[in-house]
């Protein structure tokens, strides 16, 4: 499993206003020269409470700081151009809008980082940054996480109109109960709204269990239903590919994040998911680098994204496989298949796991 340390070396590098994760090192995303997106700011910042490493915090908190947008959170994506590091101007990239799991991931760091180091300004940052979720990356009508703030701003539509499908559909890997809870704890004023959203997030997880009991697994993007009155899994793109309806490089996060919840809190409504998908991934010789949701993969290879969260399901759920999956990933990275996003998942993972 790799460590905080080598993880550090291997993603992280020093610029005049911060840390930042560099996620685009083999230049495979676009534009060629982005070097981080508040995805990997959120990681930088739950990396370092997790293992301790208040300096590192407080620089990637100055990075996430320096790249805040006008509704208060953190612009998706940053190039780097002619020497200078800035918030992608292109317009077709949308860049200074968000995109909620960045700004989840750090809402939650820095409310651990206050009660870790007792800093009462790291838990004031941190409600800041709820409170800005709160208004623009939440469904009023669902209580369920959108795409970001840009459902709000850009289409130019009523916020809960149905008409908004933006403002209705939802990632599954942004379905973070930790933080949820975390929020309603720490959010005061936010306190029964932060609930409320992890209770509808919860019946949502129910429902898809019911709609794929066999599996447990979840779509990339779900939408929500007005007829029926409830998120289902799309049908074709919503936003990023044609197959946004399947378990893909998206909800492969949702094992990790919601093994780590059932952990943490042993709430009950969440275990028959856990126990679904762990009977799935049990029954699976090749962790797939994506399946559709009844199970069938998409895939003749794997990927530590994928496999990473599986690990944690297993370690959580106590199943004997746990030292064989890591084994796999270790295999991966011998054979130079590690990248910034399964070994991050990787290392925060490991980390969550050892920290209870």
């Given at each position: 499993m790799i460590t905080y340390t080598e993880w550090r070396a291997k993603y992280v590098a020093t610029d005049e206003n911060g840390l930042y994760v560099n996620y685009n090192a083999q230049g495979l995303s676009h534009p060629k020269d982005a070097i981080t997106v508040s995805e990997a700011s959120g990681y930088g910042l739950l990396a370092s409470v997790l293992n301790d490493q208040r300096d590192d915090f407080d620089q990637f908190l100055l990075f996430y700081n320096h790249f805040e947008n006008s509704q208060g959170l953190m612009g998706w994506q940053q190039v780097k151009r002619n020497g200078e590091i800035l918030t992608n101007p292109d317009e077709d990239a949308n860049a200074t809008s968000s995109a909620?799991?960045?700004?989840?991931?750090?809402?939650?760091?820095?409310?651990?980082?206050?009660?870790?180091?007792?800093?009462?300004?790291?838990?004031?940052?941190?409600?800041?940054?709820?409170?800005?979720?709160?208004?623009?990356?939440?469904?009023?009508?669902?209580?369920?996480?959108?795409?970001?703030?840009?459902?709000?701003?850009?289409?130019?539509?009523?916020?809960?109109?149905?008409?908004?499908?933006?403002?209705?559909?939802?990632?599954?890997?942004?379905?973070?109960?930790?933080?949820?809870?975390?929020?309603?704890?720490?959010?005061?004023?936010?306190?029964?709204?932060?609930?409320?959203?992890?209770?509808?997030?919860?019946?949502?997880?129910?429902?898809?269990?019911?709609?794929?009991?066999?599996?447990?697994?979840?779509?990339?993007?779900?939408?929500?239903?007005?007829?029926?009155?409830?998120?289902?899994?799309?049908?074709?793109?919503?936003?990023?590919?044609?197959?946004?309806?399947?378990y893909n490089w998206n909800s492969c996060r949702a094992p990790w994040r919601l093994a780590v919840y059932y952990l943490q809190s042993r709430d009950e409504r969440i275990l028959p998911l856990l126990q679904a998908q762990l009977r799935f991934f049990e029954g699976q010789k090749l962790i797939s680098a994506g399946y559709k949701l009844d199970g069938t993969a998409l895939a003749d290879y794997s990927n530590i994204a994928f496999q990473a969260p599986v690990w944690c399901l297993f370690k959580v759920m106590g199943s004997s496989r746990a030292s064989a999956i890591a084994k796999d990933m270790d295999d991966m990275r011998a054979w130079g298949h590690g990248t910034y996003y399964g070994e991050s998942v990787e290392m925060l993972a490991a980390l969550q796991v050892q920290s209870c």
């Open positions: 909620p799991d960045g700004d989840l991931d750090a809402a939650y760091a820095l409310l651990l980082a206050g009660r870790k180091w007792q800093h009462k300004p790291y838990t004031e940052r941190g409600v800041k940054i709820c409170a800005s979720l709160w208004k623009w990356c939440i469904n009023k009508d669902t209580f369920i996480t959108n795409l970001g703030d840009w459902c709000l701003t850009s289409t130019g539509l009523q916020a809960n109109a149905p008409s908004n499908k933006y403002n209705f559909a939802s990632r599954a890997s942004d379905y973070m109960l930790t933080h949820f809870k975390l929020f309603s704890e720490e959010d005061t004023e936010r306190a029964k709204e932060w609930k409320q959203v992890l209770d509808s997030t919860i019946a949502v997880l129910q429902h898809q269990l019911r709609l794929h009991p066999q599996t447990g697994l979840l779509a990339d993007f779900l939408v929500y239903d007005h007829s029926e009155r409830c998120y289902k899994p799309c049908e074709g793109k919503v936003l990023e590919k044609d197959n946004d309806g399947e």
